[in-house]
């Protein structure tokens, strides 16, 4: 994996770092302004994006959605068998005290 060239800082888009000593004021110049795209050429290049979308098989989609399923479910057992000990554990404590 490649290291940051900059570490912590983030790079700014179409402006220049610069560095002057302390007391002195640098101006940095505004960005240039992007080529602007007409209505009818944003909604070919957005049509030409949309041709590049595979979508799931209908088969992938199941398997899938069965996943999202039994995952929900496990969970869903997960916390019930947690808070079901807690609440057993709350009343105990409280028990003592009474």
Same mark, same amino acid.
């Given at each position: 994996?490649?290291?940051?060239?900059?570490?912590?800082?983030?790079?700014?888009?179409? +402006? #220049?770092?610069? %560095?002057? $000593? /302390?007391?002195?004021?640098?101006? !940095?110049? &505004?960005?240039? +302004? #992007?080529?602007? %795209?007409? $209505? /009818?050429?944003?909604?070919?290049? !957005?049509? &030409?994006?949309?041709? #590049?979308?595979?979508?799931?098989?209908?088969?992938?989609?199941?398997?899938?959605?069965?996943?999202?399923?039994?995952?929900?479910?496990?969970?869903?057992?997960?916390?019930?068998?947690?808070?079901?000990?807690?609440?057993?554990?709350?009343?105990?404590?409280?028990?003592?005290?009474?």
């Amino acid at each position: 994996m490649a290291k940051a060239k900059n570490p912590g800082k983030r790079p700014q888009m179409g +402006s #220049k770092l610069q %560095t002057a $000593p /302390a007391g002195q004021t640098i101006a !940095v110049e &505004a960005a240039e +302004s #992007k080529k602007k %795209t007409s $209505p /009818a050429q944003f909604f070919s290049q !957005v049509r &030409a994006e949309g041709r #590049k979308i595979v979508w799931p098989s209908r088969k992938e989609t199941w398997i899938t959605s069965v996943m999202v399923f039994i995952m929900v479910l496990i969970a869903a057992i997960f916390f019930w068998v947690v808070d079901t000990g807690l609440g057993f554990a709350f009343r105990y404590i409280i028990a003592l005290g009474s």
